[in-house]
Every structure is written in C-alpha cells, then in structure tokens.
C-alpha cells in the first residue's frame, strides 16, 4: 500500500511529531521509512516495496533534474508506456520504479501530468524552488488522502489517524458530517468525522504555498456522460 504524511509550517517540525504519525502508517509500508525535510517543510513516507526492490526506489525521491521531491502511495498502471515517450523526451531513469517516472512526467508536464496517468494513486510533490506543493488523487479515489490547515499549518496524510497523532491539533465532531453519516450511512467524500479536516476527493488536486491563506483545488477528471442519440 505505501503511506506518507507531510508538514508546511512556517517553525521546524520536531522529530518526534514526524516519526510518530509516520509510525501510525506502519502498517500500510512495513518495508521502510523515508523522511526529507528542508525548514519548515517535511515529508515522510512508509514504504511497501513491490515493483522495484532497488533502494533507489525508495522514498522521498528527487527528480533527476534536482528540483522536485515526491512521496506517492500506489500505482502508476502505464508507467512504462509514459516512461517510453519521457525518454524520447530526453528524461533518464536510474530505477525501474513508477515513482521516478511519476516525477518526471510532473517535470514534463506540470500539474497536468495527472491527465496522462492511468492507475490509483495519491501523491504529493514539492518544489523548493517555487515552493509549491502539488497534491492529487486519482479519478476513482482508491487512494485515501487527509488533510488539515491549522495553527499555520498544513498538514496530510494517507490516513486520519496520522494526522490526529499530533496533540496540538484540534479535534472536534463535524456536526454536519455526523448528519450525512447518521441519514445516509456515509459522509460525502470530502468531509471528514473531525471539523476542520477534510478528504481530498476523487480526480481533484490541489497547490499550495507556504504562507498562501488556503489551497487551490480544482477538478482535473469527471466521469464522462453519454448523451443518447
């Protein structure tokens, strides 16, 4: 499965609030644990190794060209497709990972590398150059991914649970999702059980900049309708 937890802020994150939520992620990369960090920002990943067993596989990963860093859970289906017309580009691959191919084609194309990719997937890629981030889902929503802008933070994750890990946050019941789940049986794929925390739904993505008040979210996928002739 993989997991990675991530944090913007404006201080240094401590160590031990980034090794303790990634230690509530065991469970989904029991293979390995990553972790990048550059001032306030850090990005941590449990690693469940399938398609490449190769160290350089692991994670957080640069890009080749040294301007991007990723952590990503799941699977890239056409890699190997998209890695075929990124070397015809001119890209190089030190790894037989989709994780490198991912990053590449994000360096290709920019946020919209999400429109080329096939498989399930929840990724986050910071450039510390520009410093963005750029987070995105894939279109059926087999990936779970969490977040939480508070305190001057900006905080996600693979799962709730690692989020709520850090003590300094608030956690209230949203009452508007504790209806839909008590009428309906479920809560609408962006809400979360806590106030404030939020589920990146299905074929969105989202940028975000250190200081900016709020993320940018937009829709890259919809299912597509039939009319009838």
């Not at 991530?6 to 240094?12: E, M, R, S, Y």
């Not at 998209?82 to 084609?105: H, M, P």
């Not at 889902?137 to 933070?153: I, T, W």
Request: charged share 20%; proline share 5%; hydrophobic share 40%.
């Amino acid at each position: 499965m993989c997991g990675f937890v991530a944090a913007f802020t404006d201080l240094p994150i401590p160590d031990v609030a980034l090794h303790g939520a990634l230690s509530q992620l065991r469970a989904r990369g029991p293979d390995g644990e990553g972790v990048w960090r550059e001032n306030g920002v850090a990005l941590g990943h449990r690693r469940l190794a399938i398609l490449d067993l190769d160290p350089r596989a692991a994670q957080p990963m640069h890009s080749a060209c040294g301007r991007y860093v990723i952590a990503f859970n799941g699977e890239i289906y056409n890699y190997r497709e998209l890695r075929s017309i990124l070397q015809k580009a001119g890209y190089n691959f030190v790894s037989q990972s989709d994780t490198e191919v991912l990053l590449a084609a994000y360096a290709h194309w920019d946020t919209r590398c999400v429109e080329h990719l096939r498989g399930m997937f929840a990724f986050a890629i910071y450039s510390p150059h520009t410093e963005r981030l750029f987070i995105a889902r894939d279109r059926a929503g087999e990936k779970p991914l969490y977040y939480v802008q508070a305190n001057n933070r900006f905080l996600f994750a693979s799962e709730l649970k690692a989020l709520i890990s850090d003590r300094t946050l608030p956690k209230q019941l949203d009452a508007s999702a504790a209806d839909y789940y008590l009428a309906y049986g479920y809560v609408p794929d962006h809400m979360c059980m806590l106030k404030g925390y939020r589920r990146l739904s299905p074929g969105h993505a989202l940028t975000y900049r250190l200081g900016e008040p709020e993320a940018k979210i937009w829709q890259y996928w919809n299912l597509p309708t039939h009319v009838a002739q």
